[in-house]
């Protein structure tokens, strides 16, 4: 098989010499650190007074794990290691509670993000010659940015399309001869479920490859695509705290995704103690960004359950490969590649007078796509008998849900008292979504 | 003015039932019903001979209830006099939101329940009485 290198030598560079550049970046990164409110207190308090308190790699346990609500806590600026002036791009997502969570980037960050990405486009065997169209939400969302501006590097022919519109997307694959997607896996096998309609089928199509991302999903399922269509389809990782897309990616040998180890630190640690784990065993992906000033990140808990193996690739890169994420830690949901708390609907219903505090979120599948179904009760007091009043709370709540978790939400009217009544928010979600 | 009850009810089997069910209970006779189906839940529209009672019960048994005035009138069962009853009503601007009726063939007289829209507050006995209909309260409901 051919192998292609975007940087032969950072890609295939010694175990040694990699674990030293780890070293020189963090120092680096501990030092921006240091110039953040949140840093500053919280390395002072772990007895580091500056980046030489950290000798070794294996001093890196001296820093405290950070966790999503510390992004939270510090919102907006308390992360922040350099002046506003220097920052060129933000990204952020809703937060759990409402309150969001941003990421800074200085121009620096962005070509080392950017750097990655092309590294890990290539690793898949695309070059120049293939047209991309990115199918993946541009915005605050990492996911269309990131790649989009990764794969312009490699100097592919970039469409930047966005999410939605299936058959506009069908029909741009074909104007173009799109050779290479990046997509989620539901709406790629969505999309192949509805060619027909659109008088297409897979020989109008020209495409070779598809970078599978943002949700989860089986082997089988890749392979299930890679024969529908007739492709090669690569699994990626990756996440806004640490930038976004690009953390990990698989390579032609498509034996799980690389780390790319100069840019972050992986640990696996058992999530109930903190311990670290060994290689091979499954544990939470704890990851420090090791390429980003603007705003310092290290020791990132990040609710993802997989594994690290060790053992050399055939493809000769010396970064170690992350399995398949196999399952959260936390009630995190994804829809259609979004990422929802329950927390978040929570809140919405009980901003609703109209309806009661009692909910239940209900996860199906229509055709291959997600559906969230959001069962409230309606509150007797609050009841006029009006047919129009109800369709109209059913288009409120709709509403308000679209704003805070961008997702179209079916809504059902229940009556008082009708919908089980749960002690944890955990069991409020019934998910009746077969594993892709 | 005669008082409908509008009651919220899950589309699923024995929803109906449980209403009806505890209604005969407390010795509670239903006139007229209707239904409007919205998919998971529909709303039950409905005329009983003691609404303010019947909105108690099933307050206590923990549905959602909501009483409205909606117009009665009765006619003689006859070709055309719901032709009449409408246009003097559309005469004089009122709207119909929703209607429902019976016919007593012993009486050979009509009965019609009309949710109403009245944007200029006309007086509604004025308006149809003039055209032999007449307009029943809760209690000459009862007594028919």
Same mark, same amino acid.
């Given at each position: 098989m051919e192998v292609n290198y975007w940087n032969t030598g950072i890609e295939t560079l010694e175990r040694p010499a990699l674990e030293q550049l780890q070293l020189e970046r963090l120092h680096h990164i501990v030092e921006q650190a240091f110039k953040t409110p949140f840093y500053q207190k919280r390395l002072t308090r772990a007895g580091i007074k500056s980046p030489d308190d950290l000798q070794t790699l294996a001093d890196l346990c001296k820093i405290p794990f950070a966790v999503k609500d510390d992004l939270r806590q510090s919102?907006?600026?308390?992360?922040?290691?350099?002046?506003? $002036?220097? *920052? *060129?791009r933000i990204h952020s997502s809703s937060g759990t509670t409402g309150i969001p969570t941003v990421i800074y980037y200085t121009q620096q960050d962005l070509d080392n993000w950017t750097d990655i990405l092309a590294r890990s486009i290539v690793a898949t065997g695309c070059t120049s010659r293939d047209v991309f169209q990115n199918m993946m939400s541009y915005g605050l969302f990492t996911g269309g940015l990131g790649l989009h501006y990764g794969a312009e590097r490699v100097g592919m022919t970039v469409i930047p399309i966005g999410g939605g519109n299936t058959r506009r997307q069908i029909q741009v694959m074909k104007d173009f001869k799109t050779t290479a997607l990046h997509i989620t896996p539901s709406y790629l096998l969505h999309i192949h479920s509805v060619l027909g309609e659109y008088d @297409?089928?897979? !020989?109008d199509l020209h495409l070779k490859k598809a970078f599978l991302g943002a949700e989860p999903y089986s082997e089988n399922t890749r392979i299930k695509l890679e024969e529908l269509y007739g492709i090669d389809a690569y699994n990626s990782y990756g996440l806004s705290e640490m930038n976004g897309p690009g953390v990990a990616f698989e390579c032609v040998y498509k034996e799980d995704m690389h780390v790319w180890e100069d840019a972050y630190i992986i640990e696996i640690i058992d999530?109930? @103690?903190?311990e670290l784990l060994p290689d091979g065993e499954t544990g939470e992906v704890v990851l420090t960004n090791l390429i980003r000033s603007a705003l310092p990140l290290m020791r990132y808990r990040t609710r993802d359950l997989a594994y690290v193996h060790p053992e050399p690739c055939k493809c000769g890169r010396t970064h170690r490969r992350l399995s398949r994420i196999?399952?959260? @830690? !936390?009630?995190m949901l994804i829809v259609n590649g979004v990422n929802v708390f329950p927390s978040q609907i929570e809140e919405v219903i009980m901003a *609703?007078?109209? *309806?009661?505090t009692n909910y239940q979120i209900r996860l199906t599948k229509s055709g291959s796509l997600d559906k969230l179904t959001v069962q409230v009760e309606i509150y007797s007091k609050m009841f006029t008998g009006d047919l129009s009043a109800l369709d109209a709370l059913k288009g409120k709540i709709k509403d308000k849900l679209r704003a805070s978790i961008t997702i179209n939400a079916h809504i059902e009217l229940h009556e008082p008292g009708a919908l089980p009544i749960f002690?944890? =928010? $955990? =069991?409020?979600v019934v998910d009746e979504r077969e594993k892709l | 003015m005669a008082h409908q009850l509008t009651i919220f009810l899950e589309n699923r089997p024995g929803r109906i039932q449980s209403i009806s069910k505890v209604l005969v209970e407390n010795n509670m006779n239903i006139w007229a019903f209707t239904i409007q189906d919205r998919g998971e839940f529909g709303l039950i529209k409905m005329i009983v001979d003691k609404p303010k009672q019947a909105q108690l019960v099933l307050a206590d048994l923990g549905v959602a209830c909501a009483m409205k005035e909606v117009l009665a009138v009765s006619a003689a069962d006859a070709p055309g006099n719901l032709a009449k009853l409408t246009t003097s009503l559309a005469e004089k601007n009122v709207n119909i939101k929703d209607a429902y009726g019976f016919v007593s063939p012993t009486e050979r007289k009509g009965i019609c329940f009309l949710e109403f829209e009245n944007p200029d507050g006309v007086d509604l006995e004025e308006t149809i009485a003039g055209h032999g209909f007449m307009i029943l309260g809760d209690e000459q409901l009862y007594e028919l």
């Amino acid at each position: 098989m051919e192998v292609n290198y975007w940087n032969t030598g950072i890609e295939t560079l010694e175990r040694p010499a990699l674990e030293q550049l780890q070293l020189e970046r963090l120092h680096h990164i501990v030092e921006q650190a240091f110039k953040t409110p949140f840093y500053q207190k919280r390395l002072t308090r772990a007895g580091i007074k500056s980046p030489d308190d950290l000798q070794t790699l294996a001093d890196l346990c001296k820093i405290p794990f950070a966790v999503k609500d510390d992004l939270r806590q510090s919102f907006p600026t308390g992360l922040l290691s350099v002046d506003m $002036a220097e *920052v *060129v791009r933000i990204h952020s997502s809703s937060g759990t509670t409402g309150i969001p969570t941003v990421i800074y980037y200085t121009q620096q960050d962005l070509d080392n993000w950017t750097d990655i990405l092309a590294r890990s486009i290539v690793a898949t065997g695309c070059t120049s010659r293939d047209v991309f169209q990115n199918m993946m939400s541009y915005g605050l969302f990492t996911g269309g940015l990131g790649l989009h501006y990764g794969a312009e590097r490699v100097g592919m022919t970039v469409i930047p399309i966005g999410g939605g519109n299936t058959r506009r997307q069908i029909q741009v694959m074909k104007d173009f001869k799109t050779t290479a997607l990046h997509i989620t896996p539901s709406y790629l096998l969505h999309i192949h479920s509805v060619l027909g309609e659109y008088d @297409t089928t897979r !020989d109008d199509l020209h495409l070779k490859k598809a970078f599978l991302g943002a949700e989860p999903y089986s082997e089988n399922t890749r392979i299930k695509l890679e024969e529908l269509y007739g492709i090669d389809a690569y699994n990626s990782y990756g996440l806004s705290e640490m930038n976004g897309p690009g953390v990990a990616f698989e390579c032609v040998y498509k034996e799980d995704m690389h780390v790319w180890e100069d840019a972050y630190i992986i640990e696996i640690i058992d999530p109930e @103690t903190g311990e670290l784990l060994p290689d091979g065993e499954t544990g939470e992906v704890v990851l420090t960004n090791l390429i980003r000033s603007a705003l310092p990140l290290m020791r990132y808990r990040t609710r993802d359950l997989a594994y690290v193996h060790p053992e050399p690739c055939k493809c000769g890169r010396t970064h170690r490969r992350l399995s398949r994420i196999q399952g959260r @830690t !936390d009630d995190m949901l994804i829809v259609n590649g979004v990422n929802v708390f329950p927390s978040q609907i929570e809140e919405v219903i009980m901003a *609703v007078p109209e *309806v009661g505090t009692n909910y239940q979120i209900r996860l199906t599948k229509s055709g291959s796509l997600d559906k969230l179904t959001v069962q409230v009760e309606i509150y007797s007091k609050m009841f006029t008998g009006d047919l129009s009043a109800l369709d109209a709370l059913k288009g409120k709540i709709k509403d308000k849900l679209r704003a805070s978790i961008t997702i179209n939400a079916h809504i059902e009217l229940h009556e008082p008292g009708a919908l089980p009544i749960f002690e944890g =928010k $955990a =069991k409020r979600v019934v998910d009746e979504r077969e594993k892709l | 003015m005669a008082h409908q009850l509008t009651i919220f009810l899950e589309n699923r089997p024995g929803r109906i039932q449980s209403i009806s069910k505890v209604l005969v209970e407390n010795n509670m006779n239903i006139w007229a019903f209707t239904i409007q189906d919205r998919g998971e839940f529909g709303l039950i529209k409905m005329i009983v001979d003691k609404p303010k009672q019947a909105q108690l019960v099933l307050a206590d048994l923990g549905v959602a209830c909501a009483m409205k005035e909606v117009l009665a009138v009765s006619a003689a069962d006859a070709p055309g006099n719901l032709a009449k009853l409408t246009t003097s009503l559309a005469e004089k601007n009122v709207n119909i939101k929703d209607a429902y009726g019976f016919v007593s063939p012993t009486e050979r007289k009509g009965i019609c329940f009309l949710e109403f829209e009245n944007p200029d507050g006309v007086d509604l006995e004025e308006t149809i009485a003039g055209h032999g209909f007449m307009i029943l309260g809760d209690e000459q409901l009862y007594e028919l």
